[in-house]
């Protein structure tokens, strides 16, 4: 996955550094990001393959946040956004899925999990497969 353009926003440190820890092992240098409002600013900026997004923040939400990103930003109008939760009961995966995103993580966040719905949302010419990562999955 390495040159994958990955933003990941949640206001926990450790979920940052554990996100950050597991898309490493997969040459994957995500951009980080504590908050929803500070999302929508490095989205104007930037253009990225993906967004990881936090469900619950102080502030602005996951939800509120990824309504605004496509609804406002023309350039991340077909960003795949990600949601990383704690609640994967189905009345959030509606919420999610009514607010745009694509898929969502469980937290904690396992590394097979991660990689299976980051390789499902990236553009396929970021994917390189090779050895070495697939025996590193099973």
């Given amino acids: 996955l390495a040159g994958a353009r990955i933003l990941v926003v949640d206001d926990n440190d450790m979920n940052l550094k554990v ?3 597991l898309l490493k092992r997969y040459e994957v240098v995500p951009e980080l990001c504590d908050s929803g409002r500070k999302s929508l600013d490095l989205v104007k900026e930037k253009q990225y393959d993906l967004i990881l ?6 502030g602005m939400d996951g939800v509120e946040a990824t309504r605004t990103i496509l609804e406002t930003i023309p350039s991340a109008a077909h960003t795949p956004i990600i949601a990383l939760t704690a609640n994967a009961m189905e009345d959030a995966r509606v919420l999610f899925k009514q607010a745009g995103m ?3 993580i469980a937290k904690p966040m ?3 999990e991660l990689i299976a719905v980051v ?3 990236l ?3 970021r994917i390189l497969e ?3 990562q697939e025996a590193d999955e099973t």
């Fill in 53 to 58: 997004m936090d469900h619950m923040m102080p």
């Fill in 119 to 121: 390789k499902k949302w």
């Fill in 123 to 125: 553009p396929p010419e």
């Fill in 19 to 21: 996100a950050r820890g």
């Fill in 110 to 112: 396992d590394l097979a």
């Fill in 130 to 132: 090779n050895e070495a």
């Fill in 102 to 104: 694509k898929d969502f």
